[in-house]
C-alpha cells in the first residue's frame, strides 16, 4: 500500500499472523512453531540488494584501494617534480612570491592533472559501458543494461576534487617546510631536502605496494575458490543434455488428466526427434536455485522435544528424469512410470537427507510427509530411493539443505533431452515438434544443461574478474611507482653513483645498491598488506567455497608474485645507474 510505513506494515502483518494461529488447532499451532513459519514484511528494494551487499561493498573496497594506489603514484610525481624545482620556485620567492601564490601554483598543477585524469577516466568508464551492455547477454543474462547516471558522474567529479587536494598536499607541505633561499646557495645538486622526500617517498610507496597486495590476496581467494566451484562433481552427466521452459496455454492444463496427456503427446513427439535417446520433465534445473525449504514431519519422530521441525527442498520430477541426467544411485530404486500415478506415494531422497535424518541406517521405507502429522497412516510417503547429492542451489549454498524427489503428474514446466545431434539443431527441431502439437506452446530458457551448469557461477565470476581487474591496476602502479621513486633518485644521486664507480664500485655492486633500497621498501609493504589483508578476510569469506579467507598458500603465492614485479621494477633503473660513466657524472658536476 503506497504511503504505509514499514513498521505499521509489520506491526498489521504480526496481528493477522496471531490471530491466524489462536484460531488454527493445535497440532498445526505447533507444527507452524517448530517449523519456524513466520511472516516477514520487507521493501523490496532491501530484498533486491541484500544478497549483493558484500559483494558490492567489496568492489567498492577494491575501488577505494586501487585510487588510494593512483593518488600515492600521483602525489609521489609532484613530490618529485616540487623538489627537482627547488631552485626554480626559491628564484620566484626572491623576486617577491609567497608562499601562498607558491602553494597556490601547485594546487593548480594538481587540479589540472587531476581534470585530465577525471576527463580520460569518463571516456573509458562511457566506453567500458558499451562494452558491457553490448555482451551484457553473454556476461550477466539477468543483468540489467548499464549507464552512466549524473548522480554517478557528480560523485565522480566531487571525488576528482577531493582527490586532486589530496595529491597536492605532500608536495605543497615540502616546499612550505623547505627552506627555499638555502637552495639558491647550494651547490649540491637536489641536496636540499632530499632525506625528507626520499623518507616521504619510501612511504608513499610502502602504503602503495600494502594497499596493492591486499587486493591480490582477495583476487587470488576469489580465483582459487572459483576453481575449486567449478571442479565440483554436479552429481550427474551433463553432457549431451539440452533443457528448456515451456508455456503451456491454460487449456492444456486445466486438470491433472490434462497433464498427464500433455506428457505422453510431447514424450513421443520428442521421442521421434533423431538422435534422442531419453527425455524427462522436472520444475527446476539444477544449479538454479528457486527451491523454497519446506518443513516435513517424520513418521519416526526421533528428534528431541523442542527441536525445530525438520526442513527439505522439494524437486517435483518425472519417471526417468535419474535416467537422463545419470544420477548416481546409491539404494533402492529410481521413479518408474507407476509412481506417477494419483495413489502412488513414494519419495526418492539424497544422500545429505539420508544422512541426517536417518543417521547410521537405511533410509529406505523411512516415511515423511510435507505438513502436519496426518489421520490415516496410509496418506504417508515411503521413500524408495537414495541418489548422490545434487547441489539444487548452486555450489556456493551453505545451508547443507537436503533434497527431496517427488513424482510429476504430467508435463512438468521444463523439459530435458539427452541426445547426440547438435543443441543448436535439436531446440530447432523442438519448437517445430511442440508447435505440431498446439501452436500456443512456448520454449524458452532453452541451452545446454553444462551452459545452466557455467551461468550459476555468473555473479562470482564477474566479482572476480573485477576485484582481478583491480588488483591488475593496483600492481601496475605499484611497479610503475617504484620505478618512478628509483629512476628519480639515481637521476638526483648522478654524482654520487659517478663518485662510487670512480674509486672501484662494480656495476654489480651499484645494481644491488639501487634494488636493495627498492625491495626492501617493497618487502614493508608485503608485510604491512599480508596484515591488512588478514585483517579484511573476513569480509570476503562468505564469497568464498572451500577455501580459507587465510589461506596460506593464496598470501604465498600474491606475494611471490608482487616481489617479483617489484625486483623487474628496480631493476631498471639499477641497470641505467650502473651505466653511468663516473668520468661523465663527475664533469656534469
Known amino acids: ?233 554436479p552429481g550427474f552427466d551433463p553432457r549431451g543434455v539440452v533443457v528448456g521452459r515451456m508455456a503451456v496455454p491454460r487449456a492444456l492444463n486445466t486438470s491433472p488428466e490434462a497433464r498427464r496427456t500433455l506428457e505422453t503427446r510431447v514424450k513421443e513427439s520428442m521421442e521421434g526427434i533423431p538422435g534422442v535417446t531419453s527425455l524427462t520433465f522436472s520444475m527446476a534445473v539444477p544449479f538454479q536455485g528457486g527451491l523454497p525449504l519446506n518443513a516435513f514431519t517424520l513418521f519416526e519422530d ?50 545429505n537427507f539420508a544422512k541426517k535424518y536417518f543417521p547410521g541406517k537405511s533410509a529406505i521405507g523411512g516415511r515423511i510427509i510435507f505438513g502436519q502429522r496426518p489421520q490415516n497412516d496410509a496418506e504417508w510417503p515411503t521413500i524408495v530411493g537414495v541418489v548422490r547429492h ?30 547426440e545431434r547438435s543443441p543448436t539443431e535439436t531446440i530447432t527441431l523442438m519448437r517445430a515438434k511442440l508447435k505440431e502439437i498446439d501452436p500456443g506452446i512456448a520454449l524458452f530458457d532453452t541451452g545446454t544443461l553444462q551452459a545452466a551448469i557455467d551461468s550459476s557461477h555468473t555473479e562470482r565470476r564477474v566479482t572476480m574478474l573485477l576485484l582481478g581487474g583491480f588488483a591488475g591496476v593496483a600492481l601496475f602502479l605499484s611497479a610503475l611507482g617504484i620505478y ?24 654489480q655492486q651499484i645494481i644491488a645498491l639501487i634494488m636493495r633500497q627498492g625491495l626492501w621498501k617493497t618487502t614493508i609493504g608485503l608485510a604491512l598488506g599480508l596484515v591488512g589483508a588478514v585483517l579484511l578476510s573476513r569480509y570476503i569469506k562468505t564469497q568464498l567455497y572451500e577455501v580459507s579467507p587465510t589461506d596460506p598458500r593464496a598470501y604465498v603465492a600474491v606475494s611471490l608474485v608482487l616481489f617479483a614485479v617489484a625486483a623487474l621494477a628496480s631493476y631498471l633503473p639499477a641497470r641505467r645507474a650502473a651505466k653511468i660513466n663516473p668520468v661523465e657524472a663527475l664533469r656534469v658536476e
Open 484 to 507: 618512478g621513486v628509483l629512476a628519480y633518485d639515481v637521476s638526483q644521486r648522478t654524482r654520487e653513483i659517478g663518485v662510487r664507480g670512480a674509486i672501484g664500485a662494480s656495476q
Open 302 to 351: 526421533t528428534l528431541p522435544p523442542g527441536s525445530p521441525q525438520p526442513g527439505a527442498s522439494r524437486v517435483a520430477v518425472s519417471p526417468g528424469y535419474f535416467e537422463t541426467l545419470k544420477l548416481t544411485l546409491l539404494e533402492g530404486r529410481f521413479l518408474q512410470p507407476a509412481d506417477a500415478a494419483p495413489n502412488s506415494r513414494v519419495l526418492v531422497v539424497d544422500e
Open 1 to 233: 500500500k503506497p504511503g504505509l510505513p514499514l513498521g505499521q506494515a509489520i506491526a498489521e502483518a504480526e496481528t493477522i499472523e496471531r490471530r491466524a494461529l489462536e484460531a488454527a488447532p493445535p497440532p498445526l499451532r505447533e507444527f507452524v512453531a517448530r517449523s519456524g513459519h513466520k511472516i516477514v514484511v520487507a521493501s523490496v528494494q532491501f530484498e533486491r540488494v541484500q544478497p549483493m551487499r558484500t559483494t558490492l561493498f567489496m568492489l567498492q573496497g577494491g575501488v577505494v584501494l586501487v585510487l588510494l594506489t593512483g593518488c600515492v603514484n600521483v602525489a609521489n610525481l609532484l613530490l618529485a617534480r616540487a623538489n627537482a624545482r627547488q631552485s626554480e620556485l626559491a628564484i620566484r620567492s626572491a623576486l617577491g612570491a609567497t608562499r601562498g601564490v607558491i602553494a597556490r601554483q601547485l594546487m593548480l598543477e594538481g587540479m589540472l592533472i587531476t581534470a585530465l585524469g577525471t576527463a580520460l577516466g569518463i571516456a573509458v568508464a562511457a566506453g567500458l559501458t558499451w562494452g558491457f551492455n553490448h555482451y551484457r547477454a553473454l556476461m550477466m543474462p539477468d543483468a540489467l543494461p548499464f549507464a552512466l547516471y549524473g548522480s554517478v558522474l557528480g560523485l565522480t567529479i566531487a571525488l576528482s576534487v577531493v582527490t586532486s587536494l589530496l595529491i597536492s598536499i605532500v608536495p605543497i607541505v615540502h616546499i612550505l617546510r623547505t627552506n627555499l633561499m638555502a637552495t639558491i646557495h647550494s651547490s649540491s645538486r637536489g641536496s636540499s631536502g632530499s632525506v625528507g622526500v626520499r623518507t616521504l617517498s619510501s612511504a608513499l610507496i610502502v602504503g602503495q605496494v600494502a594497499a596493492a597486495l591486499m587486493l591480490l590476496c582477495g583476487a587470488g581467494l576469489l580465483i582459487h575458490s572459483f576453481m575449486k566451484a567449478i571442479a565440483v562433481n
Open 390 to 419: 545434487v547441489p539444487h542451489r548452486g555450489v556456493y549454498d551453505t545451508s547443507g539443505v537436503p533434497f527431496v524427489y517427488q513424482p510429476l503428474p504430467g508435463a512438468g514446466s521444463t523439459i530435458f533431452l539427452r541426445t
